[in-house]
């Protein structure tokens, strides 16, 4: 920690004990969450708010009493779909947003948090939690204004981005700036207003744990529905209770036409590589246009597979590559890569090939320091169909393909 102190003077560094960590993940379990990814994203909330506060209880030129919005007793509704804490002091709000990445080069800013009315806060507090160390850094912060004006809108995983030199790396400054300038809240556009059926209608939509959004739900939708404490409590009541058992398994039952793909026409969820890299994926780009075994692909699609619901640091890539052949047949390679420019894979991923009746045909699990992991490439003929699964730990997810006989 000293190291990092001389390394980053401007920053702020909190230390974590090990009592602290072993605390927070005992509350974290103890509140049930829909997916294991929710709950480790509670789990680093928990920590970086418990710092925070215990920082800001210290500071004896702080006037106001420090409180957690909307209150404690709320954070596990909102933990369980959103990444961020919120507190305010007086008319200040201010959201800190964690995150374990060790490769911190963009700050990630859930849509959520900038777009729904009663959630944007004055400050944004980019956190990054080193559980090696045992420390937490405050790398900066940014304003609800700078965000507006500066940030790229990421639509795939619906984040706002910002390069870490847009960042404020003293957060001494924003004190400074709350002493000679007034709060103003700041304003956002106005959400839907949801009826009564509306809100039962999204209620039974949203009342399992799924990957993503289903295709009917509006991001709108789903912001106004958070927006509302007593039916967000109720959703997020409703997935527990439909969490059954240890493994979470979704299965799109939409199945991804591939011969489509020659015609640049995806599914819900896909895209073309080169509209993907160029919302977010760079280091990705590079990797993928260099690699060898790919040179030949005539065409390449990719998803953002979320391994936990809007908590968009545990995701990871699904890249396809589709080579027609003369028999009619289509070549196809199929690789995953780590996403939000992570560099390495988690480790223990696991990438199943099923055939149409659910057989294993291949499998390939990653290490602790893979850049990604590939199946053997193989082919398929027009009319068959097949699975790619992705697995890790208590999560799976599924998705499905068929050929139709190419034209032209």
Not at 152 to 158: A, E, F, P, S
Not at 377 to 390: H, I, T
Request: hydrophobic share 40%.
């Amino acid at each position: 920690m000293n190291e990092l102190i001389t390394l980053y003077p401007d920053k702020l560094w909190l230390e974590l004990s090990s009592q602290e960590q072993q605390s927070a993940w005992q509350i974290s379990a103890q509140n049930y969450y829909s997916n294991p990814a929710a709950r480790w994203n509670a789990y680093l909330n928990l920590l970086c708010l418990n710092s925070f506060l215990n920082m800001l209880e210290q500071d004896p030129d702080l006037d106001e009493t420090p409180n957690v919005w909307p209150s404690y007793h709320q954070l596990p509704s909102i933990w369980e779909f959103v990444n961020g804490t919120c507190l305010t002091l007086g008319d200040l709000r201010l959201v800190l947003i964690p995150t374990d990445k060790s490769n911190l080069t963009e700050f990630r800013i859930p849509q959520e948090w900038v777009d729904i009315p009663n959630w944007v806060a004055n400050y944004y507090l980019a956190v990054q939690i080193n559980l090696e160390e045992n420390c937490l850094g405050v790398w900066g912060y940014t304003t609800h204004q700078q965000i507006c004006e500066k940030a790229n809108y990421d639509l795939i995983d619906r984040t706002y981005l910002l390069d870490e030199e847009d960042l404020i790396a003293d957060i001494n400054v924003m004190w400074v700036a709350r002493e000679i300038c007034s709060v103003q809240k700041p304003e956002v556009k106005t959400l839907p207003t949801l009826s009564s059926i509306q809100v039962d209608k999204l209620l039974k939509q949203l009342d399992h744990w799924t990957p993503d959004l289903p295709e009917n739900v509006s991001h709108e939708e789903w912001m106004a529905l958070l927006a509302l404490d007593e039916e967000r409590q109720d959703l997020y009541q409703k997935r527990l209770l439909n969490h059954k058992g240890n493994i979470v398994e979704y299965n799109h039952s939409l199945v991804n036409n591939l011969s489509k793909w020659f015609q640049n026409v995806f599914e819900a969820g896909w895209h073309s590589f080169d509209t993907f890299c160029s919302s977010q994926q760079h280091t990705l780009a590079v990797q993928f246009r260099h690699d060898a075994t790919l040179n030949e692909v005539r065409v390449k699609g990719a998803k953002l597979i979320d391994l936990g619901m809007q908590l968009r640091d545990t995701a990871v890539v699904l890249l396809i590559g589709l080579t027609s052949e003369i028999d009619e047949k289509v070549s196809i390679r199929v690789q995953l890569h780590p996403a939000n420019e992570e560099v390495y894979l988690p480790p223990d991923l696991k990438l199943f090939l099923l055939s149409g009746s659910g057989n294993i045909i291949q499998e390939v699990q990653s290490r602790s320091h893979d850049h990604f992991i590939q199946l053997k490439k193989f082919k398929s003929p027009p009319g068959k169909s097949f699975s790619l699964q992705v697995a890790l730990g208590d999560i799976s997810i599924k998705e499905n393909f068929m050929l139709e006989k190419l034209v032209g």
